[in-house]
């Protein structure tokens, strides 16, 4: 059974099928992420966080361009006390697809640029086209990322790396993007979605509430030292002992061996 969840923009929608929901971002041609579409992808990310239902999340943005930035037109009359208010509420947005407490796969056909690659960096993994172009092209324009690809970009794929695709602007191919690490599959063309879906659907059914544990453990000790990430994964380990999914898997495992647990979420 499949159904669509609205958001406050009809550029931004989610469709929910097998416990699978795309949000999908549509807005012809190229799909600018404008103000409008920044803040719907922030609601969509809480309104998929939130559903029961939903166990994965695909990011796509069609057949023929993830999203190719923002929506320079908008942003060039901006003067800086506007910015100062913006950028927070722009972190904000992407960060609430960050933070989605599922696994979360960018399904990239076409371009993926600017603000459009740092939406992919929220993912978890990410999957392109092989005609599929990525990069940070806005010091082209005089300006740096503002979305996070400053940051998320380094802890991906390492400073070097970063500086070189931020310092100059120039887009990759999905080879290379494979190679240093920006991309995780590289797919025929059109096939980024049906790719995505294969590889989140492995989770539905899955439990639910160990995968959110494991996904904060792993971006949250990122963001400290060792000793401080030693300390959030024994939190999350010890959290999972009141779920009835460990009792589950444990009994299962005991009982019939590996991989044969049928978990409820809960």
Do not use: W
Not at 102 to 118: F, R, S, W
Not at 120 to 142: K, M, N, T, Y
Not at 154 to 169: E, S, Y
Not at 205 to 213: I, M
């Amino acid at each position: 059974m499949s159904r669509t969840v609205a958001t406050a923009s009809d550029l931004v929608r989610i469709e929910v099928e097998d416990g699978i929901a795309t949000v999908r971002v549509d807005r012809p041609s190229m799909n600018p992420l404008s103000i409008e579409v920044q803040d719907a992808l922030g609601e969509a990310a809480r309104l998929v966080g939130d559903d029961d239902e939903v166990a994965a999340v695909v990011l796509y943005g069609g057949e023929k361009v993830f999203a190719a930035g923002a929506d320079i037109k908008e942003m060039q009359d901006m003067s800086y006390p506007d910015m100062v208010r913006r950028a927070p509420v722009i972190q904000e947005c992407f960060s609430a697809v960050a933070r989605i407490p599922k696994p979360v796969v960018a399904a990239i056909e076409g371009y993926a640029l600017g603000a459009g690659n740092e939406l992919a960096l929220c993912a978890d993994f990410r999957v392109a086209a092989s005609d599929a172009r990525l990069g940070q092209p806005e010091i082209l324009l005089g300006v740096v990322p503002g979305a996070g690809g400053s940051q998320r970009l380094a802890r991906l794929v390492g400073p070097a790396k970063a500086k070189d695709l931020v310092f100059t602007g120039r887009m990759v191919d999905a080879a290379e993007a494979l190679e240093m690490g920006l991309v995780d599959r590289v797919c025929e063309p059109g096939q980024a979605h049906a790719t995505a879906l294969e590889m989140v659907r492995q989770y539905v059914g899955g439990p639910g509430l160990a995968l959110r544990a494991a996904k904060e453990a792993i971006d949250r000790g990122l963001d400290g030292d060792l000793e401080t990430g030693l300390a959030i994964e024994a939190m999350q380990f010890a959290g999972v002992f009141a779920t009835k999914d460990r009792e589950i898997g444990m009994r299962s495992f005991v009982e019939q061996g590996p991989g044969k647990a049928e978990f409820t979420g809960r």
